[in-house]
């Protein structure tokens, strides 16, 4: 299993250039998550979904659109970038039943810089 | 307003010796409570955690403490080892739902 896969892994974008983040897992996981990290301010929810079709604003959606139109994909877009964008994004992924568990898998991330 | 504090930006301690990483909430309805570890350039991982129904979880050289009543929860690492240096993340949920609230991270350091 490779569980959970970012691609890219780095980018630089322009102001005002979009972008497609994409997210892939292999657990067959209901859930799937959008986070970002800057440093000294940890991991913040940008976009969930809970399941195929479905997604949801988390802490700081504004200036992203997310999809989840096959459940093993979840799409990050940055329609158009800003430098405040800067950020690492990581992906992450989980499933409740059958184990119980609300342990998040998490990708290893895509650095993205816009200048 | 935070909800999950990590008040110690940083800690270091020497190889063989007790780490012990700290972390508050303030939301009453947290109550699963989860550790990641984060190395530089990788995602996080899952550590530990703990049901508000235990006060104590153990897993090999890890071990978190949950006082619910002081909102209080610390991860202890006994003997350190090098290979711990990293970032911890504590983190919390409330049991009606799925979304993690984590914490800012503390950078543990193990000095051999």
């Known amino acids: 299993n490779a569980g959970v896969t970012q691609t890219p892994k780095f980018r630089v974008l322009k102001t005002g250039q979009s972008m497609t983040l994409l997210c892939a897992q292999d657990?067959?996981?209901?859930?799937m998550y959008w986070y970002r990290q800057d440093p000294g301010m940890g991991l913040r929810l940008i976009h969930y979904?809970?399941?195929?079709?479905?997604?949801a604003k988390g802490e700081v959606p504004d200036g992203y659109n997310v999809s989840r139109l096959k459940k093993q994909n979840f799409l990050l877009g940055l329609e158009s970038a800003a430098p405040s964008q800067t950020s690492v994004y990581f992906c992450?992924?989980?499933?409740?039943?059958?184990?119980?568990?609300?342990?998040?898998?998490f990708g290893p991330g895509t650095r993205l810089t816009v200048t | 307003d935070q909800q999950v504090k990590q008040n110690s930006p940083s800690l270091s301690v020497q190889e063989g010796r007790i780490s012990i990483l700290n972390c508050d909430y303030t939301?009453?309805?947290?109550?699963?409570f989860l550790w990641y570890k984060k190395y530089p350039a990788e995602g996080p991982t899952f550590l530990i955690s703990?049901?508000?129904?235990?006060d104590k979880n153990e897993d090999g050289r890890f071990t978190v403490f949950l006082n619910k009543s002081a909102k209080h929860l610390s991860l202890h690492i006994v003997p350190s080892q090098p290979g711990d240096s990293a970032v911890y993340f504590c983190?919390?949920?409330?049991?009606?739902?799925?979304?993690?609230?984590f914490g800012k991270g503390t950078l543990l350091t193990v000095n051999p």
């Open positions: 939301n009453s309805m947290f109550d699963y």
């Open positions: 983190a919390a949920l409330p049991g009606s739902n799925y979304k993690l609230t």
């Open positions: 979904s809970v399941g195929e079709g479905t997604t």
């Open positions: 703990i049901s508000s129904i235990k």
């Open positions: 657990m067959n996981h209901e859930y």
């Open positions: 992450a992924s989980s499933s409740p039943w059958p184990s119980g568990s609300y342990e998040q898998y």
